[in-house]
């Protein structure tokens, strides 16, 4: 079984500000790791995904993430936080290492942006 | 390609009251599937579709859950005698074979009263 923890149901940063989103996840096969962003009353949209190769991965909007397999984590950063960062994070990981692609979600991070 | 789409975006019905969502994915997607999200959780998996074959459900769909997908397009998700516990936002996802990334709808949310 498969399970992801997002350290921090809230973060808070202000404009300019780095942006640090942490997610660590448990599972027994190479995981396929997801970031996906949800604006109120929306559905969800990916911002990146790492499934082999590259363990630094760029995605939209100017986020990135590193994978690190011995500290079991998935961290989402950006260097500048924008107004319309403001928004819900979620970390997931999908079982058999992306042949089924079912995801198991973390909780959530509710990140606020202060001008 | 308008992306997923689903409807309604918004249902309220009475407790017991039946009620179906429906879900177009994108088309040529031959993987759907469905996720509940409660107040402050991620989503949770419910099912999935490989073309119109149901290939996995999850423990949290109960017996009044049902849903389908009839010629491998549309889906449509049942949910019988609703209970107060059913309120929560369902999304849809689609994604075209395996290893490839899921796309999702702006989901229906379903309050019951």
């Known amino acids: 079984a498969q399970s992801v923890t997002q350290l921090g149901s809230h973060v808070s940063v202000s404009e300019g500000a780095l942006v640090l989103l942490r997610c660590n996840y448990s599972?027994?096969?190479?995981?396929?790791l997801f970031w996906y962003v949800q604006y109120p009353n929306q559905g969800l949209q990916l911002l990146l995904k790492y499934t082999t190769g590259a363990t630094l991965v760029k995605g939209i909007n100017g986020f990135e993430a590193e994978f690190k397999k011995s500290e079991t984590s998935f961290h989402l950063t950006k260097p500048s936080a924008h107004m319309s960062d403001a928004a819900e994070y979620f970390c997931?990981?999908?079982?058999?290492?992306?042949?089924?692609?079912?995801?198991?979600f973390g909780k959530g991070t509710l990140l606020t942006v202060n001008p | 390609d308008t992306g997923v789409s689903q409807d309604p975006r918004h249902k309220i019905t009475k407790r017991g009251q039946n009620v179906t969502f429906r879900c177009d994915p994108i088309?040529?997607?031959?993987?759907l599937y469905w996720y509940r999200q409660t107040l402050g959780q991620g989503p949770e998996f419910l099912t999935y579709f490989q073309n119109e074959a149901q290939l996995e459900k999850s423990r949290l769909l109960s017996d009044r859950f049902s849903a389908e997908r009839p010629k491998g397009s549309f889906s449509t998700l049942e949910i019988q005698r609703t209970e107060q516990g059913d309120s929560a936002m369902y999304l849809c996802?689609?994604?075209?074979?395996?290893?490839?990334?899921?796309?999702f709808g702006q989901g229906t949310r379903l309050t019951v009263v």
């Open positions: 997931a990981v999908s079982e058999g290492g992306g042949s089924n692609y079912k995801l198991t």
């Open positions: 996802a689609s994604s075209l074979g395996v290893k490839t990334e899921a796309f």
């Open positions: 599972s027994s096969v190479p995981p396929y």
């Open positions: 088309s040529e997607h031959n993987r």
